[in-house]
């Protein structure tokens, strides 16, 4: 079975902190993403990464970075966070490159409030 | 801008009767569309897909029906469960986009009493 872990479940910061969201996959997995889930929103794209080191925008990246410094693991970061960024952060990862409609599994997500 | 746009938002049934869920699209580039569950506190798993050179797929009590002209697909559960009870979202890919990245419609909370 794959396994998604993300680091946090909960996650309470201050506005203009610091933010880092870990991912790891278990499976040996290419393509790694970062989505925020909101209520009627359903889950936007910020980022998403198909190798080691390498990284691509999603549909709302901007006040976000990731880090992907070995392929297991995949990071979001909030360089300085605010409280419109206050969300369910979903992780997930798929296959390989070569098959566009890899399913794509999903960890448990964190839930980040900013105060 | 969603690029699909998911219909109701939520809805309620009874055990034993049919949930059907809407979605729409605009982009015809998209040609990979998968729902995906999600119970609460659980990430989404991929539940059903289908491509559009079908115009059905059935897996168990679930079925995607898909109408290419119109650009709209539907997810139907049969015989609804209370197990059923869930957040499910469509979604839609471009086969060309190596990199597998899906739009997800807005989502819908089914809730199956018992």
């Known amino acids: 079975d794959v396994k998604v872990t993300q680091s946090s479940r909960y996650l309470v910061k201050r506005t203009g902190e610091k933010v880092f969201l870990e991912c790891v996959q278990d499976?040996?997995?290419?393509?790694m993403f970062w989505y925020r889930q909101d209520p009627g929103l359903g889950l936007r794209l910020i980022y998403f990464?198909?190798?080691?080191?390498?990284?691509e925008k999603g549909d709302i990246p901007e006040g976000y970075s990731v880090s992907r410094e070995k392929k297991e693991r995949f990071s979001l970061i909030l360089e300085s966070a605010s409280t419109n960024q206050t969300s369910m952060y979903l992780c997930?990862?798929?296959?390989?490159?070569?098959?566009?409609?890899?399913?794509?599994?999903f960890g448990p997500g964190t839930r980040l409030t900013v105060l | 801008q969603q690029q699909v746009k998911q219909s109701p938002q939520s809805l309620i049934v009874q055990k034993g009767g049919i949930s059907i869920i809407n979605c729409a699209y605009e982009?015809?580039?998209?040609?990979?569309f998968p729902w995906y569950q999600q119970f609460p506190g659980k990430g989404p798993a991929l539940l059903i897909a289908?491509?559009?050179?079908?115009s059905e797929k059935k897996e168990g009590r679930f079925t995607i029906s898909f109408n290419k002209s119109a650009k709209q697909f539907s997810l139907h559960i049969m015989d609804s469960q209370p197990g059923d009870s869930a957040t499910y979202f469509c979604?839609?890919?471009?086969?060309?986009?190596?990199?597998?990245?899906?739009?997800f419609g807005a989502g819908t909370q089914v809730v199956v009493t018992p």
């Open positions: 997930a990862s798929s296959l390989s490159l070569t098959a566009p409609t890899d399913t794509q599994y």
């Open positions: 499976m040996d997995h290419e393509n």
């Open positions: 990464s198909y190798d080691v080191k390498m990284k």
């Open positions: 982009n015809t580039a998209f040609d990979y």
């Open positions: 289908i491509r559009p050179d079908v």
């Open positions: 979604a839609a890919s471009r086969g060309t986009d190596s990199w597998g990245k899906l739009q």
